[in-house]
């Protein structure tokens, strides 16, 4: 790996570090390598629009300013933190003169995600005509941060959180860039700066330089207690963006797929990420139903009391309700079929004209209700044996002859005892239309 003689440290360590090359770049090989998206020689070439997706600190601002140089591209920089249409303007208009002067043009949107759709829009016709290259980075899923016209017009390249060789490099390189005496960095204590960083290239050097700096000019190894008390929770967890959601989701799948181990993981991770609770009592409740539903109907009722217990305690002591919630609906036999029902009779209500109720099914509330016969012949099932009116038609006549089956219950949890009943009673339902059909009613 290549070391810059001219790295000034009047600038973070991060920056200062900063690859000026491929040649210096750790990870992200997939991109630059022979076969890859860039596996071909880059001068005098075509540079084409792309979106650089990941999380922070993996490289997205050093690559675009790699490539930027290498196809001999003029680089303008910007970002969704503090520019707008205005400026956006402005970098056309100098794109426009660069061009004039047979110059091309990067425009390198840093946090893309953060420009509204207008904003983004006003990129596009430049892009088509080849005034300028897009290059955009965002943290953020570009499905639901970039406008569809945009991504219909860029490559979408994803970054991924660098690995531990790779972050034990960048370590090494610093190590050797700023001259560090090889007892101050052991190798436990490396390897807690790595998992403290969290896959984050950036916030490793930030916390090294953080540390280095409280530590002076001592000679003394740094430790791992020196590493904790320079460090807050550094985990990768967006309250509101796409880590969020997808930390949810392994959390519904682990507890779908029951395993309890996987669910208190998953569950303790968004925890110490600052997940807002009530939200994830919400998520609980809905697995409870959509998961579990009548297999076990308890899960709903122990999801609600975490939740509720969870809002009158508090953190930390409610934390616990929830994982109890947690384990639970994990270890829970499963069905879907309630939730399944449900979707397949949404279907037909949706497919299907507006039948119109039974006679038989109104109330007659009002003298004029009598008058129509409503409720006429309508058997009171109570009144029954078993509390079975089995002669009953309860589907508009429109679908009483071949009566859709939403529910069909598995062979888990309670369930098996719902499909045994729900058997017999089909059974005495076709009894008695026979009878009907034999004139012995």
Known sequence: MK???????????????????????VDQNQFVSDGSFLGFPLKGNHLPSIILWGPPGTGKTSFARILAKDYGYDLIELSGVNSGAADIRSSLEEAKRKSDDGLRTVIFLDEIHRYSKAQQDVLLPHIESGLITLIGATTENPGFNINKALRSRV??????????????????????VMNLDSKILNDGVKNLLIRMADGDGRKLLIILESILQKHGNSKDPITSEDVMKSTISLKKFDRFGDEFYAQVSALHKSIRGSDPDASIYWFSRMVDGGIDLSYLGRRLLRISCEDVGLADPRALRIALDAW?????????????FLAEAVVYLAVAPKSNSVYQAYKKGRNLVKEEPSYEVPIHLRNAVTNFDKAQSYGKDYHYSHDHEEGFSEGQEYFPEALASDSPVFYEPSNRGLEIKIKEKLFVLKDKRKNTQNKKEQGYD
């Open 3 to 25: 070391i810059n003689a001219d790295i000034s440290f009047n600038r973070p360590l991060y920056d200062a570090l900063r690859p000026q090359s491929f040649d210096e770049f």
């Open 155 to 176: 490559q979408i390249l994803v970054f991924k959180p660098l690995s531990f060789e790779s972050l034990f490099a960048i370590l090494c390189r610093a190590e050797k």
């Open 308 to 320: 509720e217990a969870y809002e009158r305690v508090g953190s930390p002591e409610g934390e616990l």
